[in-house]
T-cell receptor, first 116, second 113 residues
Framework: AQSVSQHNHHVILSEAASLELGCNYSYGGTVNLFWYVQYPGQHLQLLLK??????LVKGIKGFEAEFIKSKFSFNLRKPSVQWSDTAEYFC??????????????FGKGTKLSVIP | NAGVTQTPKFQVLKTGQSMTLQCAQDMNHEYMSWYRQDPGMGLRLIHYSVGAGITDQGEVPNGYNVSRSTTEDFPLRLLSAAPSQTSVYFC????????????FGNGTRLTVT
């Protein structure tokens, strides 16, 4: 079964600091990778995705993520965070689970608090 | 375009009661799913459907039933509510199971006393 591990439970940064959130997954086959963001009191929304091609993907609001296949990692980065980035971030992996079905598995989330 | 609509937004149940959480999407998505979100646990898949008439179990299906009689609707039924089912429930849909860019509803906060 596939699994997703997010290294940090809670990250606290000051505005303008750089951000990197770790995500590792375990799955032997081809995967699609995602980062979702959940702002306080809201539902999850897609931040960025990787399906194939350039392993460095750019998403909304200045976020980017790098897929490193050899390390089974898909870390999220942002050069300079803002207070409005305060949210919970979820890494997710979509892998083939057989019989034409794909299983999407979420990590447990990393809460980011940005201090003005 | 409403997207994914969940009702109700809040619900309080007593142990043993049953209820149905409604989910509807108007994007003609094949894939629909239900997750529960608990602090420190992330999102866990309860049930999913890859098309009308097809449902399957996810990671935590016990205590829940689903059906998919139409492409648009995917209700989640709690058969006999338990305090362990206190959670926030999200319905999500995507165009296909493979593409899996999920569109989420606004969630239902359920408390079982």
């Amino acid at each position: 079964a596939q699994s997703v591990s997010q290294h940090n439970h809670h990250v606290i940064l000051s505005e303008a600091a750089s951000l990197e959130l770790g995500c590792n997954y375990s799955y032997g086959g081809t995967v699609n990778l995602f980062w979702y963001v959940q702002y306080p009191g809201q539902h999850l929304q897609l931040l960025l995705k990787y399906f194939s091609g350039d392993p460095l993907v750019k998403g909304i609001k200045g976020f980017e993520a790098e897929f490193i296949k050899s390390k089974f990692s898909f870390n999220l980065r942002k050069p300079s965070v803002q207070w409005s980035d305060t949210a919970e971030y979820f890494c997710a992996v979509n892998g083939y689970s057989g019989a034409g079905s794909y299983q999407l598995t979420f990590g447990k989330g990393t809460k980011l608090s940005v201090i003005p | 375009n409403a997207g994914v609509t969940q009702t109700p937004k809040f619900q309080v149940l007593k142990t043993g009661q049953s209820m149905t959480l409604q989910c509807a999407q108007d994007m003609n998505h094949e894939y629909m799913s239900w997750y529960r979100q608990d602090p420190g646990m992330g999102l866990r898949l309860i049930h999913y459907s890859v098309g009308a008439g097809i449902t399957d179990q996810g990671e935590v299906p016990n205590g829940y039933n689903v059906s998919r009689s139409t492409t648009e609707d995917f209700p989640l039924r709690l058969l006999s509510a338990a305090p362990s089912q206190t959670s926030v429930y999200f319905c999500a849909s995507s165009y296909t199971s493979q593409g899996k860019i999920l569109h989420f509803g606004n969630g239902t906060r359920l408390t079982v006393t």
